[in-house]
């Protein structure tokens, strides 16, 4: 039961690329988020998905977009990568009103 | 107004003490209420959920919650220097308990 995956732990991408941070969840929970951290800073929802086929914008979406086929995978999209876009990333999921639990972050540098 | 405020830090408290930590929101709708500790370079974790007006204690951990006034703290007694994180405070909101919003945290540090 390994709980809630990301992958990468840390990535280096060059202004304008694109990529993918994976999310996966064993935990067959319903809600799944992505959140980002800036330094000293707490986090910022950017999207969530409450099923299947349904997302939603959460406080800072623009430069990213998500999709949900499954129950288990919450994939995060970065296109035309920005230095602002520098942060720490956290998946997370939850079910109904429980608590959320969080994968160990991706950290990601823009140069 | 953003959705989620914290107190602003940071916290410092001689070892022993009450660290005492508030949260205000903006959703009257708000259902779910959630601390959370986060040490550096680590995802947060769960501290303590409440959803319902009053007190909960757990161990040296108390969460507070008004909807009245909608608030909602996070009382430490006897501090320790483990206790040294950031605190994050989480609120459910849009309505139901979908969307869950996160303040901008308080560093807490407990000096021995």
């Known amino acids: 039961n390994a709980g809630v995956t990301q992958t990468p732990k840390f990535r280096i991408l060059k202004i304008g690329q694109s990529m993918t941070l994976q999310c996966t969840q064993d935990?067959?929970?319903?809600?799944m988020y992505w959140y980002r951290q800036d330094p000293g800073m707490g986090l910022k929802l950017i999207y969530y998905s409450v099923g299947a086929g349904i997302t939603d914008k959460g406080e800072v979406p623009n430069g990213y977009n998500v999709s949900r086929s499954t129950t288990e995978d919450f994939p995060l999209r970065l296109e035309l990568a920005a230095p602002s876009q520098t942060s720490v990333y956290f998946c997370?999921?939850?079910?109904?009103?429980?608590?959320?639990?969080f994968g160990q972050g991706t950290r990601l540098t823009v140069v | 107004q953003k959705e989620v405020e914290q107190n602003s830090g940071p916290l410092s408290v001689p070892e022993g003490a009450i660290a005492s930590l508030n949260c205000t929101y903006s959703d009257r709708g708000s259902q779910s209420f959630f601390w959370y500790r986060q040490y550096s370079g680590k995802s947060p974790e769960l501290i303590m959920s409440?959803?319902?007006?009053g007190d909960k204690e757990d161990g040296r951990f108390t969460a507070q919650l008004n909807k009245a006034s909608q608030y909602v703290s996070l009382l430490i007694r006897d501090s320790q220097p483990s206790d040294s994180a950031t605190y994050l405070c989480?609120?459910?909101?849009?309505?139901?308990?979908?969307?869950?919003?996160f303040g901008k945290g308080t560093k807490l540090t407990v000096n021995p």
């Open positions: 409440i959803y319902s007006n």
């Open positions: 989480a609120v459910t909101s849009q309505g139901g308990s979908e969307k869950l919003v």
């Open positions: 997370a999921t939850r079910f109904g009103g429980t608590e959320a639990f």
């Open positions: 935990m067959n929970h319903n809600y």
